[in-house]
């Protein structure tokens, strides 16, 4: 579901709010690699939930081509109203500095997978978004501002759960797994780890999105493979990969398995050659750096 508008010019400008994040992190020096002049800002920079930080974009967005919006405060920073409200004003003053442009820029905005309900296992981009908590509820709410905003010129990437070395959130998954393997000897699964997810690879979020900077697509698309796996596979996946064999742990779960796979041909359809780092390529490569750095 997404339409490529042409070629990004040599040279063009990328305004990349929230990159210090993990994604922005390894998504800036890879756009600058690419070619692109790259400005990346932080919350230390521009706080984006003050308004005062409208006429600061607003003067950064008069000479931007491409706005990567990364910033969020994600579930691991709270999951209440206050994180909720402070979501809604980040994207509220973004757009509200966009509305001052009289050439608005081709703007990518980074969602979420949560907009999708679990009462769904196969996702799909033609799929009608119904989250069932406010962390989808408030990237749905954002989807449908910048929507407004600039409703011919907007990319929304939906990503999964992504992983890789550097990730400061350490969810479940395989960034929490592979420390507690590595660190504790143990992976602690909720019941036998029979939810089914998919994860994305970081460089593979990162090079997607260079791809839709350099063909200046819009419309919607799921970050995700197109393949899934139980978290009491990946538990033992990651065990191999680090040549270990964890103990593992089991506490109580407060719901029933959830199962989520992703139909990935629109994808593909937009970009033929692309291929997905399998799980255990990635986890290889997250090994290797995390050898070089216990933090990372």
């Known amino acids: ?10 040279g063009a400008k990328v305004v990349v709010l929230g990159s210090r994040g993990f994604i922005g992190r390894n998504l800036v020096p890879f756009l600058q690699e690419a070619g692109f002049k790259v400005d990346a800002v932080s919350s230390q920079e521009i706080d984006l939930t003050n ?11 008069k000479t931007c081509d491409h706005l990567i919006m990364l910033s969020c405060l994600t579930p691991d920073k709270g999951k209440g109203q206050d994180t909720l ?23 990518v905005y980074f969602s979420s997978d949560s907009v999708y309900s679990f009462e769904e296992s196969l996702i799909q981009e033609r799929m009608m978004p119904s989250p069932v908590d406010i962390y989808g509820a408030m990237h749905r709410l954002r989807e449908l501002m910048f929507m407004e905003a600039v409703p011919d010129n907007l990319a929304i990437i939906r990503p999964t759960l992504v992983y890789g ?11 929490r797994f592979r420390r507690e393997a590595f660190g504790e000897g143990s992976v602690t699964l909720f019941g036998a780890g029979e939810d089914t997810r998919a994860h994305i690879f970081i460089d593979d979020l990162v090079k997607l999105t260079l791809l839709i900077i350099q063909n200046k697509s819009i419309g919607i698309l799921n970050g995700a493979p197109d393949t899934s796996i139980t978290y009491g596979d990946l ?6 990969c680090l040549k270990i064999a964890p103990e593992i742990k089991q506490k109580s779960r407060a719901a029933a398995p959830t199962h989520r796979y ?4 629109c994808c593909y359809e937009a970009f033929p050659g692309f291929t997905f780092t399998s799980l255990e390529e990635g986890l290889a490569k997250t090994y290797e750096k995390m050898l070089e750095d216990p933090n990372a």
């Open 262 to 265: 992703f139909e990935t041909s």
């Open 235 to 240: 538990a033992v996946l990651v065990g191999e």
């Open 85 to 107: 409200m402070k979501n809604i004003l980040m994207a509220k003053h973004v757009c509200d500095a966009l509305a001052l442009q009289d050439r608005r820029p081709h703007v």
């Open 165 to 175: 070395p550097g990730d400061t959130h350490n969810s479940y998954g395989p960034n």
């Open 1 to 10: 579901m997404l339409t490529h508008m042409g070629r990004a010019s040599p």
């Open 51 to 61: 308004p005062s930080s409208v006429s600061a974009l607003a003067e950064k967005f």
